[in-house]
């Protein structure tokens, strides 16, 4: 097995189905329909308008839609109505353009650690590729890989598994999985090179394989556990000081606090952020109003 098959099917397994989105390609597209459009649109004014300086029907055409759709029935060649029908169709060619565009430049891009794996391992036959491609899309005759750093922001990931893209996933996809795979490399087996047969001798390659539904769920429970660290320092802090003044330093600084772990842990938009950390800090002040200012009920 080798080749696109070979690639295929590593991208499949290991949630890497990366391909490029091409959109100067498709920008370039639409702005030919767009022009056509415009050129249609001229077309349609002009004829409309020497239409209406005539003395028989063609005067009636823009304001009765029949003189105008049967004007070539009747030997008054239906150029008007011809134009019409061109820019009907070529306007529901570009709608559908604009609209599949839409939907492409919204799915997600690979981050650019995924992106750089998919790359090397399409060259390197130590990590289990080296799939010696030939044409001019993944490297071959000198040529750049799709999977170049500089298509980085032209690239789009299929893979359900991708997760969330907020700082924190960022953070423990990158820094922190890569302490963890420092500390127990020895442990783990990596992949094969041929994946027809078991990893071991000459057929181990240097890469390893994390799933990434395993890295989503503990990401998750981080992200959850970080999120809570602002509301249960601030109980537990605010127990313990019994100053109006300090307490009032400490509900600023515990929202601040608050707001960064929601900045950095979600991907929550600027009004949510603003709508819970005003709801933190009423619940910190009417915690501060109801307990009692030397001692706190268990």
Sequence with gaps: ???????????????????????????????????????????HDTIAKKDALETDERQYYGRDWQYLESSNQRGFGGEQWAVALATRAKLREYYAALSQYSQIASI?????????????????????????????????YEQLSVYEDLHQSDLAILSDAHGEDDLFTRFVTGPLLTLYHWILKRRRNPLAIDPENPPVGDNRSNLHHYDDRRIEMVTNILGTVFSSFAPLLSIVVLSFVSNAKARLGLVCAFTILFTCCLAVATKARRVEIFAASAAFASVQVVFIGSSNSNSIVL
């Excluded at 290991?14 to 030919?32: E, G, M, S, V, W």
């Excluded at 891009?109 to 993944?138: K, N, Q, V, Y």
């Design 1 to 43: 097995m080798s080749g696109y098959t070979k690639l295929a099917k590593f991208m499949t397994q290991k949630h890497h189905p990366i391909l490029r989105k091409f959109q100067h390609l498709a920008t370039r597209d639409l702005l030919y329909l767009q022009a056509e459009l415009c050129e249609l649109d001229f077309k």
């Design 108 to 140: 997600p891009e690979p981050s650019p650690s995924e992106r750089t794996i998919l790359h090397d391992w399409i060259g390197s036959p130590a990590m289990g590729g080296g799939c010696g491609f030939l044409g001019r899309d993944l490297g071959g």
